[in-house]
């Protein structure tokens, strides 16, 4: 599937969920996951963060009940039991991670400026 399809789909699941997604995670799905069924980065600590592609996005938002408990974060990605998120209050490209365990009940941690800074 070509950027511009993904970027389709991509839109579709902004007006789902009613939501628009950040610019630099959109970029970040169309051009670097497309449509990968497993697409892992290595952050700073060495940790390898599955990150979802736009297929999976909704279904494990679903699986985790995300927006049930917090309802301004969309899950992107994982390790584990440590989920990362963007927020989708702000429009920001800001990452977040937390536990999935916690969800609505701890605050979540920045890691990055955005998907593109996990890496670094």
């Not at 007006?15 to 700073?44: C, W």
Request: charged share 30%; no cysteine.
């Amino acid at each position: 599937m070509d950027k511009n399809d993904i970027l389709e789909e991509l839109k579709r699941i902004e007006i789902s969920l009613g939501v628009e997604l950040p610019y630099a995670y959109k970029k970040f799905l169309s051009e670097e996951v497309q449509d990968k069924e497993i697409y892992e980065i290595d952050n700073s600590r060495g940790d390898s963060i599955y990150i979802f592609n736009y297929l999976d996005l909704v279904d494990r938002n679903g699986v985790y009940t995300v927006q049930n408990v917090e309802p301004d974060y969309l899950l992107i990605g994982q390790d584990g039991d440590l989920g990362y998120f963007i927020s989708l209050k702000d429009n920001s490209d800001r990452i977040y991670s937390l536990d999935l365990g916690a969800l609505g009940s701890l605050e979540m941690n920045a890691e990055a400026e955005d998907v593109y800074g996990l890496t670094h």
